[in-house]
T-cell receptor, first 110, second 113 residues
Framework: GESVGLHLPTLSVQEGDNSIINCAYSNSASDYFIWYKQESGKGPQFIIDIRSNMDKRQGQRVTVLLNKTVKHLSLQIAATQPGDSAVYFCAENDDYKLSFGAGTTVTVRA | KAGVTQTPRYLIKTRGQQVTLSCSPISGHRSVSWYQQTPGQGLQFLFEYFSETQRNKGNFPGRFSGRQFSNSRSEMNVSTLELGDSALYLC????????????FGSGTRLTVV
């Protein structure tokens, strides 16, 4: 079957350092991907998206990279802050539905 | 502008009962989709509606149903509740195809006892 998954379930990062969260997908026909952040007690919050005709997209302190050759996504967070502590999900949009990976819990150390 | 509103925030129900959850999308958003989130299964797609029509449905039993009204508000219903239905139910809205992003509500926490 086709699925979207994250490589690591947890990531601990020092405040001020850069974070990299990885995601592998299996549907080579996927053409739209989204990264979400979910804090405790809240719904997923949109961070950044990317379409398959792009390799890289930048937002405020975040960058998403797409490698279609190996079907890999990554989310880079610059200068990680305590408020970045959350669970991060990648999602693949296909046929009006999102398929989510299992998520990576990011913990920022002071 | 107002975000996606889900009501109620919390619910406790008994096995065998039925429950209805409500979702009001962002103004102007005509697509509403529903997801179930559990620690074991993660986020799973339930169904998606656009202009009162279901366009896609996930792999859930027929006890899970939904509908969308002409004002784009949506409801989902779960009948004959089971303990395993305990979860966070999330609603997301988008403009039409979803390729402008989906905005999620805070969810309804359903506990079945």
């Amino acid at each position: 079957g086709e699925s979207v998954g994250l490589h690591l379930p947890t990531l601990s990062v020092q405040e001020g350092d850069n974070s990299i969260i990885n995601c592998a997908y299996s549907n080579s026909a996927s053409d739209y991907f989204i990264w979400y952040k979910q804090e405790s007690g809240k719904g997923p919050q949109f961070i950044i998206d990317i379409r398959s005709n792009m390799d890289k997209r930048q937002g405020q302190r975040v960058t998403v990279l797409l490698n279609k050759t190996v079907k890999h996504l990554s989310l880079q967070i610059a200068a990680t802050q305590p408020g970045d502590s959350a669970v991060y999900f990648c999602a693949e949009n296909d046929d009006y539905k999102l398929s989510f990976g299992a998520g990576t819990t990011v913990t920022v150390r002071a | 502008k107002a975000g996606v509103t889900q009501t109620p925030r919390y619910l406790i129900k008994t096995r065998g009962q039925q429950v209805t959850l409500s979702c009001s999308p962002i103004s102007g958003h005509r697509s509403v989709s529903w997801y179930q989130q559990t620690p074991g299964q993660g986020l799973q797609f339930l169904f998606e509606y656009f202009s009162e029509t279901q366009r896609n449905k996930g792999n859930f039993p027929g006890r899970f149903s939904g509908r969308q009204f002409s004002n784009s508000r949506s409801e989902m219903n779960v009948s004959t509740l089971e303990l395993g239905d305990s979860a966070l139910y999330l609603c997301a809205s988008s403009l039409a195809t979803g390729e402008s992003g989906y905005t999620f509500g805070s969810g309804t926490r359903l506990t079945v006892v």
